[in-house]
């Protein structure tokens, strides 16, 4: 075989690959996962506000009256973000929405370790823990995820790149 | 070609910030529309007060028939020198430091039937259940247990291991 027609060969398209439009299929399906995690811990907090309200208070960093007010409006900055995310509407500004948000708690969640506060994190999932390796891991992951998902859907609309759409 | 797509894209980055502050503008909107009363209890500096408030009310419907000590309470009973405290947090907390003579306890060994560690206790002998602070309820509920195990002199003291090291009590590491 020449050398010629084997960079030919090499060039073909690997058929292991996942099409483009598989991998699109897959990241609209974790960031509505992701959507989907953040609306239920929302709606979680909307319905247990008080009890949110508590827990903003025993992390000790804001005066009463910002604890009552984030404890007011971030369920609903939840909601909004996680829910027009399942739908699929304004993705990308949902996606820095929950960027923000994990990035705000995971520096609350360190200087929270750091002072040895033993709390309940108040993160309104399925279950409750205390604020901890295992919060800050979780945390972790959602921001990653988010500002993946960011880049990805960025990059795919700013270079006109395969269906990214209008987020 | 590059330089187009890096312009586009600081475009589309700053209209994605400015819809998400949009967002953000609608659910500060939402909450102070949905949980006014949370908010304006805060700004008047009553959240604290309404929250115990709530708790108390909460935790008298879900203990019914569990007696509560306040500190100077608890403190009165551990100088007599006749109860047993029991500390219901987890066992990393308990070794870390507890009350003097404590045993360890947490709710999911008080579930256990037949558990060793409260066999060779009187049914008779005065309990004192604590947790981490006065926030928890695992006292009450380990507490609610030992009643239900058929000890009649149980009691909880609410305001948690952090009261008791707070006043400068006597604390141990010992198992």
């Known amino acids: ?167 | 070609m590059r330089g187009k797509g890096l312009v586009r894209g600081r475009g589309l980055l700053r209209q994605d910030l400015a819809w998400a502050a949009f967002l953000l503008v609608l659910a500060l909107a939402f909450g102070l529309g949905k949980h006014w009363s949370l908010v304006s209890l805060s700004l008047q500096g009553k959240l604290t007060a309404h929250l115990e408030e709530m708790r108390a009310q909460r935790r008298q419907k879900q203990f019914q028939g569990v007696k509560t000590l306040k500190l100077a309470q608890a403190y009165e009973l551990f100088q007599k020198g006749q109860s047993l405290f029991v500390d219901a947090r987890s066992p990393q907390e308990y070794a870390e430091l507890h009350i003097a003579g404590a045993v360890n306890l947490p709710p999911q060994e008080a579930e256990k039937p037949n558990n060793p560690a409260i066999a060779d206790i009187a049914k008779e002998r005065q309990i004192v259940v604590y947790c981490a602070e006065a926030h928890c309820d695992i006292a009450l509920k380990v507490a609610e247990k030992l009643q239900a195990l058929g000890f009649t002199q149980v009691a909880a003291f609410l305001g948690g291991f952090k009261a008791w090291d707070e006043a400068g009590y006597p604390v141990d590491t010992s198992q």
């Open chain 1, 1 to 167: 075989m020449s050398n010629r027609k084997q960079k030919t060969e090499n060039r073909k398209p690997d058929s292991r690959k996942p099409s483009k439009t598989v991998v699109w299929f897959l990241l609209r399906l974790l960031g509505m996962a992701l959507g989907g995690i953040f609306f239920y811990a929302g709606l979680m907090k909307h319905y247990h506000n008080w009890d949110f309200a508590e827990a903003v208070l025993a992390y000790q960093l804001a005066p009463m009256w910002l604890a009552g007010l984030v404890a007011a409006v971030l369920p609903w900055v939840e909601l909004i973000a996680g829910g027009l995310l399942v739908m699929g509407l304004k993705r990308r500004s949902c996606l820095l929405l929950i960027a923000l948000l994990a990035a705000a708690f995971l520096v609350i969640l360190v200087v929270t370790m750091a002072r040895g506060l033993k709390i309940d994190c108040g993160c309104g999932l399925f279950f409750q823990r205390q604020v901890g390796l295992v919060a800050i891991a979780e945390d972790l992951a959602l921001l990653a995820g988010a500002l993946g998902l960011y880049w990805w859907e960025w990059k795919a609309v700013s270079s006109d790149q395969g269906p990214g759409g209008r987020g």
